[in-house]
């Protein structure tokens, strides 16, 4: 199996001397490639902080983290750029699709701004619009799409890229529970089919039971970790559900 991820003894501090908060208190862990990770925790836990650090958007105060055995944590901004475009996708809570493109644009734009040649970009926005289903939308435009259509396509535009891993965070927080559904099925057919690595940040058990790791975070440490292997999608729920009790229940709790 080739590591994509690989977290190193991550630090994150914020605050100065005489009041310090440890938003992410020494967490090491790795990704394998084709990976479906879930990372769980209550509200000021640190895994959005988590997911920051390794999405360049944050620096971590010690400790590296590696992609493809690169370290994040030495680049320079003008590198950071050029590396989150083309090694990462990102899937938000609140889509993020620009409201003046269509479909297409959105997804196509960032092989636009790659250079990539435009029947190749066709091509590859077709490609991945019928994994996700989303061929019947590409023509329309954002306000035109339900919201479950809008996030399905912001996951087009994070995945178009080839990235060798997606970060997603709390990508259902805005849908339905039907569009939430077919959304994680949609993650599902993503990890199956094309290997896609995905690591989710989410409070929500039942999005959580998609995955087939999950790291739970407490005060910025790591407190536990499932692996589903050969059990099912409810047998895997309900053991989530059995450590959120241990972490002090309702995850949602602010």
Known sequence: ??????????????????????????????????????????????????????STIDSATAGHIYLEGEDLTTLKSSQLERFR???????????????????????????????????EIGQRVQKVAELLNITDVLSKHPYQMSGGQ???????????????????????????????????????????????TILMVTHDAFTASYCKRILFIKDGKLFNELIRGTESRKEFFDRIMEVIALLGGDLNAE
């Open 150 to 196: 809008r996030q399905r396509v912001a996951s087009a535009r994070a995945i178009v890229t080839n990235p060798s891993m997606i970060l997603a965070d709390e990508p259902t927080g805005a849908l339905d529970s039907k569009s939430a559904r077919m959304l994680l099925e949609s993650f599902r057919k993503l990890n199956d089919e094309i290997q896609a």
């Open 1 to 54: 199996m080739k590591t994509i991820l690989k977290v190193d003894h991550i630090e994150k501090y914020y605050g100065n001397k005489g009041n310090i908060t440890r938003a992410i208190d020494d967490i090491s862990f790795d990704v394998e490639e084709g990976e479906y990770i879930g990372i769980m925790g209550a509200s000021g836990s640190g895994k959005t902080t988590l997911l920051n650090c390794i």
């Open 85 to 119: 475009r083309e090694k990462l996708g990102f899937i938000f809570q609140d889509f993020n699709l620009l409201d003046t493109l269509t479909g297409f644009e959105n997804i196509a734009l960032a092989l636009t701004i790659m250079k990539v040649p435009a029947k």
